[in-house]
């Protein structure tokens, strides 16, 4: 029990560092819309590649993207799944009401 509680703790800490930077949420906020390239991204930012890919990598390990290979281009989007039970886990702790996000069909902007 206390190893799977210090899992979730590791999961949710990395999670939260994902979302402790600004160009962080600037890049969540662009992939709500659609999934992009690494190259697509690098178009919003004045940072070059590796700082951007730097950035994607802190996101995915923290959840908050998911990735898909399409032919030699690596696709990042959000992984709506998880950021929303994280997000509706720590509102309800604080004593929000939440109505859960439905994560069943594809986003906004994303393919079935």
Request: aromatic letters at 8%; charged letters at 25%.
């Amino acid at each position: 029990m206390a190893k799977e509680h210090g899992a979730m703790e590791g999961r949710l800490r990395d999670c939260f560092e994902g979302l402790a930077d600004f160009h962080r949420l600037k890049m969540i906020d662009l992939l709500l819309e659609r999934e992009l390239n690494v190259t697509a991204l690098c178009a919003h930012f004045t940072m070059r590649q590796p700082s951007v890919s730097h950035h994607l990598a802190v996101l995915k390990k923290g959840g908050i993207v998911k990735t898909r290979r399409k032919g030699k281009e690596i696709l990042y989007s959000i992984n709506r799944k998880y950021l929303s039970s994280v997000m509706t886990y720590y509102f309800a702790r604080f004593g929000f009401m939440v109505k859960e996000m439905d994560t069943s069909g594809p986003a906004p902007g994303e393919t079935p």
